[in-house]
């Protein structure tokens, strides 16, 4: 049997998620293909209002516009081979694919998890510095933070690939999920990974906990803020704008934080498969809506790109 490196002998895997569902695959394919559609769509929507109104073109809806492609990139790379693998009776995977789709995975996703802080910040001196915020949130910051985001975000991905790619797999190759996931995959190395696991809950520490703390600091910083606002009005808004972003934030990492800030030997690969199923499907179609359709600004543009007459205020 041909091997991709030196310590691999296993050259297929076999994703077994969702394969004891029987019949129900075909009701899986069709519910999935639906969610991923209108996934695409509602990004898509975000992304062309953001690009065609002028209105929108700060640094708050370019992190927004960001965070929508990385999004419908990080859906791709995990749904179209689910719906595949629902049609097939395969579900055969290559060692090679496996492990780029999990570098992919892994990019996509640590750049969400930094997107979202960014925008978190972005909030922070919205509501605590809005005098300033033309001066402190410029095109250059905002630029240079999304390119962090992405350059750490995919280089901590590589690190983690690699670090799984140089295991030893001779056999079994049956990896209990619908893609290929760190853990699931590991369970499968005839080595001794404790070393490499430890280094691998260290990067999931750096990419899941730090940001969810910068955020939560943020967030005391603008609590502190809202409460001194003198009218009920003012603080209704910045509350409305607090609770959509708290409502990924805690819906995003608190999946991520159950699957990766957790013992090996507290895993559930079937459990493990309905939490995935929330942040590869349910965080992706749920920031377009918390993010944006639930912005004032942003429902405005929508009407006046689609051509619909835009309600005024009459003083």
Same mark, same amino acid.
């Given at each position: 049997?041909?091997?991709?490196?030196?310590?691999?002998?296993?050259?297929?895997?076999?994703?077994?998620?969702?394969?004891?569902?029987?019949?129900?695959?075909?009701?899986?394919?069709?519910?999935?293909?639906?969610?991923?559609?209108?996934?695409?769509?509602?990004?898509?929507?975000?992304?062309?209002?953001?690009?065609?109104?002028?209105?929108?073109?700060?640094?708050?809806?370019?992190? =927004? %516009?960001? +965070? @929508?492609?990385?999004?419908?990139?990080?859906? /791709?790379?995990? *749904? &179209?081979?689910?719906?595949?693998?629902?049609?097939s009776a395969t579900k055969s995977v290559s060692f090679v694919a496996c492990v780029t789709q999990l570098f992919f995975f892994l990019g996509f996703?640590?750049?969400?998890?930094?997107?979202?802080?960014?925008?978190?910040?972005?909030?922070?001196?919205?509501?605590?510095?809005?005098?300033?915020?033309?001066?402190?949130?410029?095109?250059?910051?905002?630029?240079?933070?999304?390119?962090?985001?992405?350059?750490?975000?995919?280089?901590?991905?590589?690190?983690?690939?690699?670090?799984?790619?140089?295991?030893?797999?001779?056999?079994?190759?049956?990896?209990?999920?619908?893609?290929?996931?760190?853990?699931?995959?590991?369970?499968?190395?005839?080595?001794?990974?404790?070393?490499?696991?430890?280094? =691998? %809950?260290? +990067? @999931?520490?750096?990419?899941?906990?730090?940001? /969810?703390?910068? *955020? &939560?600091?943020?967030?005391?910083?603008?609590?502190?803020?809202?409460?001194?606002?003198?009218?009920?009005?003012?603080?209704?808004?910045?509350?409305?704008?607090?609770?959509?972003?708290?409502?990924?934030?805690?819906?995003?990492?608190?999946?991520?934080?159950?699957?990766?800030?957790?013992?090996?030997?507290?895993?559930?690969?079937?459990?493990?498969?309905?939490?995935?199923?929330?942040?590869?499907?349910?965080?992706?179609?749920?920031?377009?809506?918390?993010?944006?359709?639930?912005?004032?600004?942003?429902?405005?543009?929508?009407?006046?790109?689609?051509?619909?007459?835009?309600?005024?205020?009459?003083?």
């Amino acid at each position: 049997m041909h091997s991709f490196s030196r310590t691999t002998m296993v050259t297929l895997f076999v994703l077994v998620g969702f394969s004891s569902l029987g019949e129900l695959q075909l009701l899986l394919f069709v519910i999935f293909l639906f969610l991923y559609l209108t996934i695409l769509l509602a990004n898509a929507t975000i992304m062309a209002v953001i690009r065609c109104s002028q209105t929108l073109h700060s640094p708050m809806y370019g992190f =927004l %516009f960001i +965070l @929508s492609f990385s999004e419908s990139c990080y859906t /791709f790379v995990i *749904i &179209l081979q689910l719906l595949a693998h629902l049609l097939s009776a395969t579900k055969s995977v290559s060692f090679v694919a496996c492990v780029t789709q999990l570098f992919f995975f892994l990019g996509f996703a640590c750049t969400n998890c930094f997107l979202i802080a960014v925008i978190g910040y972005d909030h922070y001196v919205t509501i605590c510095h809005p005098l300033r915020y033309t001066l402190i949130t410029n095109n250059r910051l905002g630029v240079g933070l999304v390119s962090l985001s992405g350059v750490t975000g995919f280089f901590i991905a590589l690190v983690a690939t690699n670090l799984i790619y140089d295991m030893p797999f001779c056999g079994p190759n049956r990896v209990n999920h619908y893609f290929c996931d760190m853990a699931p995959v590991i369970k499968l190395a005839c080595a001794d990974t404790h070393v490499k696991e430890l280094a =691998l %809950f260290s +990067l @999931s520490i750096l990419v899941i906990m730090v940001p /969810f703390l910068l *955020i &939560l600091v943020s967030y005391g910083f603008i609590f502190n803020t809202i409460l001194k606002i003198p009218s009920a009005e003012g603080k209704r808004k910045a509350f409305a704008t607090c609770t959509s972003h708290l409502t990924v934030v805690f819906v995003h990492y608190g999946c991520a934080s159950i699957i990766y800030l957790r013992p090996r030997s507290r895993s559930a690969s079937d459990k493990d498969q309905l939490v995935a199923v929330t942040y590869t499907v349910v965080t992706p179609l749920l920031n377009p809506l918390v993010y944006s359709l639930r912005n004032q600004e942003v429902k405005i543009a929508l009407k006046r790109v689609l051509g619909m007459p835009v309600a005024t205020k009459v003083i």
